[in-house]
């Protein structure tokens, strides 16, 4: 309700969806009511671990959902320019982030970071990811999604979550096994699965949807097949020592990718993910940690300053590189900065691993609902085009 | 930008001394007399007197060693040279044979005609089933995506049938189902999601029959069509459901390499089983 109430500014849904989990979380309801919040959300006994393994199942849906939009085609067809996006948008955050985090650590809160070097490794993956859905949205609002400009951020974008997700995944797994070797391995096992899956994995789901199209039944059939390889390349990644959350990620690819995959059951799948577990994900972001408790200015200040203009440069010069006009370029880099919901995805597996403090975790998700907010108005101004709803 | 006149003036005809080469000599007379264009045959490899004679003797057997049609003969490797020869000769169309299959080695490697299709300036025809009858072409399946291509690709189909006397030609519009389930976000009311898709669709139909409008179609029957599924794989199944003889589709945009193949898109779908005869159409420089 909440999300459909922000909806009707504008707004994207899943700032509404947090705002009710701070609200209902410790930041309001906890604080001010804290015996409704206890008798509703107990934190003892089976309810929390009800709720991770809710959330846990969320955010695999959700990566095998955001897997499913990546279109390796356009990324192919696009080209250079694309990719010269993709890169610098990529290098540049990353680059930065790193090293900003790297030499000045305190800068991002007062959590005791035990290996600088995963966590300033975390910091440049935060400020390289983009976020498909929320760019595919507002590149829709303005008109411009299938033009030569709205095409190249969506492959760019599509290209950073690939390389983006492998980062993130590869850190985790730096979490976990602290010799080089097994980094190293992590990395590899990391590479090889998504090429394994987006070669032979993809050519085997798409021999198999046919199959499945005929003896199964439409849509509660499908829907289990489709939920099914999600958790099944969940569970293989996860076995091999990568995070479940890549696995789902690359199925989706290899899925969404079938040529057996119709509109119907695409819209299906990603509406039975985003209209029930999404909200539930993303209110359950809320009862992670007192919001007001862990604002802290000039965390929020730098990272959201550093997310910015990383990236804005990034994608902007890459773009700028890839032969557009200074405009088009800056207009790419706006374009590019929304972070959206992967990017919350992204600070709360951090900080279920212990990988960032809370400060640091409401900062992100700060910029990530900025950097969201502000694409549309920023495309809209630097493209002179009027949004959808206002076209003339 | 309307395609003016004959689209191929002058046509090549890759030669290789196979089964198909008579059969392959065959189409070329019919395209020749057909478009009235002048013919150039090539052939890469070293010269012997037992092939040069078997080409004249097949030459003369079809009426095609008359007027300015030429014999070029040269060494090489093949798919680069006939890629210059094309250029240096300002060919309109290249035609080879092509089976319906790649092997797996062929697959990697890509077999000639594959390689050129993938890689010539000029429009390429490509015929699965060659004939020392050639019937020429009765049902043409064409591609009717929103492009900047289309248009001349639509034209070009349109005098091929024409001047083949085909029965049918069918315009296939392809909708992704990848780009439109990106539209429906869940940000939108369903009648929201609805009505953009609708727009969308309706303004690629507009752009469709503005096209149609300007083509001067005789009287052929077309049909346009409207088929969900994946660009490229949607019309070569179509084509093939449909028992179509020649299928016209826009040249790629981008030179084409192994990664098309693994992740197969557009007109990959189509050379990697050729559903009928295949006409890339490339446009003019100054067509576009």
Redesign the interface.
């Known amino acids: 309700m909440m999300g459909e109430f922000f909806?009707q500014f504008k707004i994207?849904?899943v700032v509404g969806e947090l705002f009710a989990g701070i609200l209902l979380g410790p930041t309001f309801l906890g604080k001010y009511f804290p015996e409704i919040s206890a008798f509703f959300f107990s934190k003892e006994g089976n309810v929390p671990i009800a709720i991770n393994g809710l959330t846990s199942l969320s955010v695999i849906m959700l990566l095998f959902v955001a897997g499913?939009?990546v279109?390796?085609?356009?990324i192919?067809?696009q080209?250079s320019t694309a990719l010269k996006t993709s890169v610098l948008g990529l290098i540049l955050p990353f680059g930065l982030g790193y090293l900003i985090a790297f030499y000045f650590t305190p800068l991002f809160g007062n959590s005791n970071y035990s290996d600088r070097n995963v966590f300033s490794l975390f910091i440049g993956t935060a400020m390289a990811v983009s976020a498909?859905?929320i760019i595919?949205?507002t590149l829709?609002d303005l008109g411009i999604?299938?033009t030569r400009i709205g095409m190249i951020i969506?492959a760019a974008a599509m290209f950073d979550d690939i390389i983006g997700w492998i980062l993130f995944s590869t850190i985790i797994g730096m979490i976990n096994e602290q010799s080089e070797s097994n980094t190293l391995l992590t990395f590899g096992l990391t590479v090889l699965y998504a090429i394994g899956m987006?070669?032979i994995g993809r050519i085997l789901i798409n021999k198999s949807l046919p199959w499945a199209k005929r003896n199964f039944s439409w849509p509660g059939g499908f829907l289990s097949i489709s939920l099914g390889i999600a958790f099944l390349g969940a569970a293989f990644t996860e076995s091999i020592g990568i995070h479940a959350i890549f696995g789902a990620f690359i199925a989706g690819i290899a899925f969404?990718?079938s040529?057996h995959?119709?509109?119907k059951t695409?819209?299906i799948v990603?509406?039975f993910v985003?209209?029930i577990f999404?909200p539930l994900f993303f209110i359950s972001i809320g009862f992670k940690v007192d919001f007001l408790l862990n604002f802290n200015l000039q965390v929020v200040s730098i990272v959201l300053v550093l997310a910015i203009i990383c990236k804005i440069a990034g994608a902007g010069l890459g773009a700028l590189w890839g032969g557009l006009s200074n405009r088009e370029s800056l207009a790419v880099g706006f374009g590019m900065n929304a972070r959206g919901a992967m990017e919350i995805i992204l600070a709360l597996l951090a900080l279920q691993a212990k990988l960032i403090g809370e400060e640091l975790f409401v900062a992100i998700v700060i910029m990530a609902v900025v950097t969201s907010v502000m694409a549309g108005p920023m495309l809209s101004w630097l493209l002179k085009v009027k949004p959808?709803n206002q076209a003339v | 930008m309307r395609n003016e006149g004959n689209s191929f003036a002058k046509i090549a005809i890759a030669v290789a001394f196979s089964p198909r080469c008579e059969a392959m000599l065959a189409e070329a007379r019919l395209l020749h007399q057909r478009f009235g264009a002048q013919m150039f045959f090539i052939h890469i490899g070293k010269k012997s007197l037992q092939e040069e004679q078997y080409l004249k003797h097949l030459l003369h057997r079809f009426e095609l060693d008359k007027g300015n049609n030429q014999v070029v003969w040269e060494e090489g490797e093949p798919v680069e040279t006939i890629i210059a020869l094309t250029q240096q000769l300002d060919i309109d169309l290249l035609v080879a044979g092509a089976l319906e299959k790649e092997s797996l080695i062929k697959f990697v490697l890509g077999d000639i005609s594959r390689q050129l299709s993938r890689k010539v300036k000029c429009s390429m025809l490509l015929l699965t089933e060659p004939s020392t009858h050639p019937k020429g072409f009765s049902h043409l399946v064409v591609e009717g995506t929103?492009h900047p291509k289309t248009e001349n690709t639509i034209a070009v189909a349109v005098e091929i049938a024409n001047q083949y006397l085909a029965g049918t030609v069918s315009i296939i519009q392809e909708?992704?189902?990848?780009?439109?389930?990106?539209?429906?976000?869940?940000?939108?009311k369903e009648n929201e999601a609805e009505e953009?898709r609708e727009q969308?669709l309706k303004e690629e139909d507009e752009k469709l029959e503005e096209i149609l409008r300007c083509t001067d179609c005789g009287n052929l029957k077309v049909i346009t069509e409207r088929i969900?599924?994946?660009?490229g794989?949607?019309i070569s199944n179509y084509a093939r459901l449909k028992n179509a003889d020649l299928l016209v589709v826009n040249s790629p945009?981008?030179q084409l390499n192994l990664?098309?193949r693994?992740?197969?898109?557009?007109i990959e779908?189509a050379l990697a089983d050729l559903p009928c005869s295949l006409l890339i159409v490339h446009p003019k420089e100054k067509a576009i």
Request: net charge negative; aromatic share 8%.
């Open positions: 909806r994207p849904l499913m939009e279109d390796l085609s356009i192919r067809k080209g498909l859905p595919a949205r829709m999604f299938k969506i987006l070669t969404g990718d040529v995959l119709q509109e695409r819209e990603n509406q985003t209209s999404a959808f | 929103d909708s992704d189902p990848g780009k439109l389930a990106l539209i429906r976000s869940e940000e939108l953009r969308i969900e599924g994946k660009p794989y949607v945009d981008k990664l098309d693994v992740f197969p898109h557009d779908y």
